[in-house]
């Protein structure tokens, strides 16, 4: 009779752990896998590429990811990253990030080198509809030029130079808020406070 009793007690801690966990990064947007092997595009030493991607709800940006090419031997130490509501616009944020994480995805037959670089951040909230995203003034372990791998996806694209491009590769994940269902205090409590009032009552009976 005690087993089930704990046993009870077990269930009720799972299910108010349950109750109160996070919710889960979802991809917002992907524009594709990379290429690697057609084109790239240059941003730092003055130049800037941004790309359009669109949430169906409104949403918290917590996480970028993108494809570079580098230069044999070296790797991508930073870059700005701007979120806005039009191209090159940074109304959302304009951070200045180190990489979070990198995956080598070996090398082209022009000789550079792929990497996936992955950026996190601090829950930017972005609206529902399209918006973009802008790279500029990255930074290379030997100063030289970093390029955003062209993929062609289905975003729109512009080079603060030349105008309108073919899309970079890119992901974008985070999470909706619509979906965001953390159960307030309160109702913790109340959830608690009756599993446990059962438990009571099955004790006093099991002891009759």
């Not at 944020?93 to 992955?118: C, H, I, R």
């Not at 790279?135 to 030349?162: C, I």
């Not at 619509?178 to 109340?190: F, R």
Request: charged share 10%.
């Amino acid at each position: 009779m005690k087993l089930r009793i704990a046993s009870l007690l077990l269930l009720t801690v799972c299910c108010l752990a349950l109750a109160v966990a996070p919710a889960m990064a979802d991809t917002l947007y992907s524009n594709g896998p990379y290429n690697g092997t057609v084109d790239a595009w240059t941003i730092n030493f003055g130049f800037s590429v941004s790309d359009s991607f669109t949430c169906s709800a409104n949403c918290s940006v917590e996480d970028f990811h993108m494809v570079n090419w580098n230069v044999p031997g070296f790797v991508t130490t930073g870059a700005e990253i701007q979120l806005g509501a039009s191209s090159f616009g940074n109304n959302y944020a304009d951070l200045t990030l180190a990489p979070s994480g990198s995956t080598d995805l070996g090398s082209n037959q022009f000789g550079y080198e792929l990497w996936q670089y992955d950026f996190t951040f601090a829950n930017v909230a972005v609206p529902s509809g399209t918006s973009w995203v802008t790279l500029s003034n990255a930074t290379d372990s030997g100063g030289n030029p970093v390029y955003w791998d062209e993929n062609s996806g289905p975003a729109s694209a512009y080079e603060n130079s030349v105008g309108s491009i073919a899309s970079e590769a890119f992901t974008i994940t985070g999470t909706y808020n619509e979906v965001e269902t953390t159960p307030e205090p309160s109702s913790i409590m109340l959830f608690g406070s009756g599993i446990l009032g059962l438990a009571g009552v099955l004790r006093r009976k099991l002891n009759v």
